[in-house]
């Protein structure tokens, strides 16, 4: 058989060459058989959790529970009904009851705590002007007025008054004069500190 190969390169043994040439090629045809393809066109990699949904499980079962529960206190209600003749039951032995009650009850009692605080030193704090002070002030002004005035000042008189015009000018010539008037010296002068009037 080797004699009658037909080698396609010039060889000097053809017996070899063509066992060279069978040999190259049965590693050819096993990488051929081996060979990966270059472009994946096998289907996706399919995972577990896409097609087994346990929470979608695990909602069904608990919707089923709840289901499951609420049938039976409606068959019980029915037994019930069906016992008793069917009788309302419209009394209500529950007490209303608030959530933050207590914490309401605290911030009111904080309030009052302030407020308290508050008006005792309002109470405990004296007064910043002396209006004894001020009147005293007025009535000297009230003099200077006087004085200084060309007409007489005329009191109004209310009506159904019986006062006579002695009184009018009595009472006109009550205000206190600056000259004839002696002061008196204050704790002010005295200590050198505003009068405080509680």
């Known amino acids: 058989m080797h004699r009658a190969y037909q080698s396609i390169t010039p060889a000097n043994n053809s017996f070899l060459k063509r066992k060279w040439d069978q040999q190259l090629y049965d590693i050819h045809r096993r990488k051929v058989a081996t060979v990966e393809a270059a472009i994946d066109n096998g289907p996706p990699k399919t995972y577990l959790h896409l097609h087994l949904k346990l929470k979608k499980l695990q909602m069904e079962e608990e919707r089923k529970a709840i289901v499951e529960r609420d049938n039976r206190v409606l068959l019980d209600q029915m037994a019930h009904i069906m016992k008793t003749g069917g009788r309302v039951d419209n009394r209500n032995y529950y007490q209303q009851r608030s959530l933050n009650k207590t914490r309401r009850q ?93």
């Open 106 to 198: 605290r911030e009111n009692l904080q309030i009052a705590h302030e407020n308290h605080a508050i008006l005792k030193r309002i109470k405990s704090k004296g007064s910043h002007y002396n209006y004894m002070q001020w009147e005293h002030q007025w009535r000297v002004n009230q003099g200077y007025m006087m004085n200084i005035s060309k007409y007489p000042k005329v009191l109004r008189k209310k009506k159904g008054s019986k006062k006579s015009g002695s009184n009018a000018s009595q009472q006109e010539t009550s205000c206190v004069s600056p000259q004839n008037h002696t002061h008196s010296p204050t704790n002010q002068e005295k200590t050198g500190l505003p009068d405080v009037v509680a």
